[in-house]
């Protein structure tokens, strides 16, 4: 069974680029996370979908940051517009029972 | 608001040896669970134990187990008979229940390096 997938694993933006991350959520799981981990913030709650509909964007910067989930089998998180401090290491989590969340490995984004 | 902390940066250890890893979390809910994650040295996160408030019993796998004491909100993680590639960072987390989801607050990591 193949775990958490995410595309692509790392990528390189210049400023005022758009990145766009993908995440494919384990089989059957009704829950996908987003988290962003940096040395400075550690491990952040971004946003959270449930049965691909939004339920908490709480984590989410206000601006610039956008995530969907259009179907089942992938999310993508938007950033327009990067900037240096968006540098950093965002992960893809899915849940069956919203308990144990199962991590992806992660893209590491770099904005020059 | 939910708040995890782990003071311990760092822990080393010999192999075969107990290690004993400290969280403490601040929390208003009644109901809550808490987790433990390894973060390898690939990045590569992966989901350990779990212990729910409501339960008195101290969760266990494999050679993971925790030390719950609720009255001090902590919760422990002990691993026994360690093993070199047990050198990882350790993330204690918390997922509340409320209105808006079941997202996870992560305390800091601790570092563990076991050496032969």
């Known amino acids: 069974n193949a775990g958490v997938i995410q595309t692509p694993r790392h990528k390189v933006t210049g400023k005022g680029q758009e990145a766009t991350l993908w995440c494919e959520p384990i089989?059957?799981?009704?829950?996908v996370f987003w988290y962003r981990q940096t040395i400075v913030q550690g491990l952040e709650f971004l946003t959270y979908?449930?049965?691909?509909?939004?339920?908490?964007d709480s984590g989410m910067p206000k601006e610039r940051f956008s995530a969907q989930m259009p179907n089942q089998s992938h999310s993508t998180l938007k950033i327009q517009s990067t900037q240096p401090q968006d540098s950093a290491v965002y992960l893809c989590a899915s849940s069956l029972d919203s308990y144990e969340q199962y991590f992806g490995p992660g893209t590491r984004l770099t904005v020059l | 608001a939910q708040k995890v902390t782990q003071t311990q940066t760092s822990i080393s250890v010999v192999e075969k040896t107990t290690v004993t890893m400290d969280c403490v979390y601040e929390t208003r809910d009644s109901s809550y669970f808490l987790f433990w994650y390894k973060q390898t040295a690939s990045g590569e996160i992966v989901f350990l134990i779990r212990q729910d408030s409501y339960k008195k019993e101290n969760a266990t796998v494999g050679h993971y187990s925790l030390n719950f004491q609720k009255p001090k909100s902590s919760i422990g993680l002990i691993i026994t008979a360690t093993q070199i590639e047990d050198s990882a960072v350790y993330f204690c987390a918390m997922r509340e229940r409320d209105n808006m989801g079941y997202k996870l607050t992560f305390g800091t990591g601790t570092s563990l390096l076991v050496d032969p």
């Open positions: 089989s059957g799981h009704s829950a």
């Open positions: 979908f449930r049965n691909q509909a939004p339920i908490d």
